[in-house]
């Protein structure tokens, strides 16, 4: 037992952690330099090639009632997908903290950017609202780079309520959630948890999307992604309320459950408190419905808290990364 938690969690061993205390803050520094890796080396390129493919071959093209079969593949290949990118990122992670310090965290920085991004969704939902600035339609147009529903019909107002939901959803799932995991197990957790979240995006719908079905095909990865969001998301909607300056935690937890999401409605339901406005997805939920519908400095706000939750996420991890190795330590006595 003590071997396994030596491999996973190096953060245990006070040597490690000298370099794994850096590590958040090279990542993001990286990302708010540079943003993303150019698309031929991105790893979670690859890893949506390799879930493209296993679900071209396994997920049914025409609905199947309990399609134990889709089920099972789809979960078998996850699975192997799963092993291989965590096997591959510890390879990486040991190689890594063979170096001197400095460059461990370099490198360690260098390998876990890829794994969350910040800048980019940052840039993108301001760009919806400069498009949707310049018209109706340029913002639709911009808002599609972002969401996954249908935005032809949403007027000015519901293309803001969707940006704004976007950035506290992927807040999580982009930024609080990989650190999450790479604080707990290192890279290979950071790779684990962006695979499940981008198999979640690819094959989690519960009916037909992109000519296949994905009601059996797609349960495990979506059931995995809740399960590895569910304190993350938690965490995000704790971080927004702090900085926010008070939101009721009653409040928070009854607008979170309005919306289908085991996870996602915690991050937005605390941006609409946060933020004082009104968000929601027409015909589903409405977040916070008695308040005011989100202006243009909202959109704004809104970016500017999100980047607030990134940074306090450093000190955090390097108070988890500390807390870890004592309590490792104590525990190993």
């Known amino acids: 037992m003590v071997g396994l938690i030596d491999l996973l969690l190096p953060g245990m061993h006070w040597d490690a952690l000298r370099v794994l205390i850096w ?8 990302d708010w330099w540079r943003g993303e890796p150019p698309v031929a080396v991105h790893p979670v390129v ?9 679900g071209e071959r396994w997920a049914p093209l025409a609905p199947v009632p309990r399609d134990f079969r889709a089920f099972w593949c789809m979960a078998l290949a996850w699975c192997m997908l799963a092993g291989t990118v965590m096997a591959a990122a510890w390879g990486l992670q040991w190689l890594a903290l063979r170096f001197h ?25 301001l760009a919806v609202e400069a498009a949707l600035a310049r018209s109706l339609p340029e913002g639709r147009a911009q ?4 969401v996954s529903r249908d935005v032809s019909e949403l007027n000015a107002e519901q293309v803001r309520e969707s940006a704004i939901e976007s ?11 990989p650190l999450f995991w790479f604080v707990l197990l290192g890279l290979p957790g950071a790779a684990l948890y962006r ?10 719908y519960p009916g037909m999307r992109g000519g296949r079905y994905w009601q059996w095909a797609g349960k495990w990865a979506a059931r995995a992604d809740d ?8 965490i995000t909607a704790l971080l927004l309320a702090v900085l926010a300056r008070g939101l009721s935690p009653a409040t928070l937890a009854r607008q979170a459950r309005r919306t289908p999401s ?10 609409a408190l946060a933020l004082g406005v009104r968000l929601g997805k027409p015909g589903v939920y409405v977040l916070n419905a008695s308040a005011r519908d989100p202006g243009p400095l909202d959109t704004r706000r809104a970016a500017k808290l999100g980047s607030l939750v990134a940074l306090s996420l450093i000190p955090l991890a390097v108070g988890a990364h500390l807390l870890i190795t004592i309590v490792s330590a104590w525990v190993g006595a």
Request: aromatic share 8%.
């Open 195 to 204: 695979l499940a979240n981008t198999a979640d995006a690819m094959w989690g």
């Open 23 to 30: 590590v958040p803050f090279v990542a993001l520094a990286l």
């Open 101 to 125: 310090d400095v460059i461990a965290a370099a490198l360690l920085g260098l390998l876990l950017k890829p794994m969350l991004s910040w800048r980019m969704l940052h840039d993108e939902v």
């Open 227 to 234: 399960v590895l969001s569910w304190l993350p998301a938690r």
């Open 167 to 177: 950035l506290a959803e992927n807040l999580n799932d982009s930024v609080v959630a």
């Open 46 to 54: 690859w890893m949506g090639k390799a879930l493209h493919w296993c």
């Open 262 to 271: 085991p996870n996602s409605g915690w991050p937005m339901a605390a941006m």
């Open 143 to 146: 808002l599609a780079r972002l």
